[in-house]
């Protein structure tokens, strides 16, 4: 492997039956606490959302249609972006981007601050309440190491999640999405694969079978520091235009 490859997830929603064995894979692989078992009410799921204590979550999505019901299944899991808004704003270098182009937190060298909670569009980084510092997904930063995949793509059982080299995977999941349309759904789509959306793209994208509000996925997600060069480009026009007419006002006042 070599260590100028960006490694990622591809996750084919598609495929997903709602097994959470990739949720199950990750808490015991990395140690992450129990999270509930209690159901919510409204859903078979139990977990309810990315956080602190969950880094892979598979959402259950039913949809009434006028034929009958249809089940959407996803497992979601932090984006790993190209322009991450939590490395941007950590003031104690505990976030970083490895070598294999993924984003991880160093619990050692978090301070709690917080800052890297609202910095994210996905809302997935959270804290925990024990001890205030932030965790989510580190894409398995150990097994990566060793030449292992992920531990829940290890677990999923129908190739939902899918594990590899960027550039393979972007290649795989457009095949995907092309055989998809094809085969007449026409409402499937990727999302996080378009490298000039508001993130840079993701290093874990995904392939979905409705817009991504249906998810809980932002529609265009946008991290704080993309609109900085833009700003800097108004700020150095404005100062521009003071300048100007406070030389035009001093050679006036000169003039006369």
Not at 55 to 69: P, S, T, Y
Not at 226 to 245: N, Q, T
């Amino acid at each position: 492997m070599s260590a100028q490859t960006r490694m990622g997830f591809f996750t084919d929603t598609s495929l997903c039956i709602g097994c959470k064995a990739c949720e199950v894979a990750c808490k015991e692989w990395n140690s992450v606490p129990e999270d509930g078992l209690e159901l919510t009410g409204w859903s078979y799921d139990n977990t309810q959302g990315l956080g602190a204590d969950t880094w892979r979550h598979v959402a259950f999505i039913e949809q009434k249609h006028d034929d009958g019901l249809r089940w959407l299944m996803s497992s979601d899991v932090c984006k790993h972006c190209t322009q991450a808004g939590c490395l941007d704003v950590c003031p104690t270098g505990a976030l970083f981007r490895t070598e294999f182009g993924t984003v991880v937190v160093q619990e050692d060298v978090c301070n709690g601050c917080g800052y890297c909670i609202p910095a994210c569009p996905f809302g997935v980084i959270d804290q925990r309440k024990d001890d205030g510092r932030a965790w989510k997904c580190t894409l398995c930063y150990d097994r990566l190491g060793e030449g292992l995949q992920p531990a829940c793509a290890k677990a999923c059982p129908t190739e939902s999640i899918q594990f590899g080299a960027l550039d393979e995977l972007h290649e795989r999941a457009d095949r995907r999405l092309s055989q998809l349309h094809d085969a007449g759904v026409a409402d499937a789509r990727l999302y996080g694969r378009d490298p000039s959306d508001g993130v840079g793209g993701d290093g874990a994208f995904f392939l979905l079978l409705d817009e991504p509000e249906v998810y809980g996925l932002p529609p265009d997600p946008v991290v704080p520091m993309h609109a900085v060069p833009s700003m800097w480009a108004h700020v150095g026009a404005a100062a521009v235009s003071l300048v100007a007419g406070v030389s035009a006002a001093f050679a006036i006042g000169r003039s006369r």
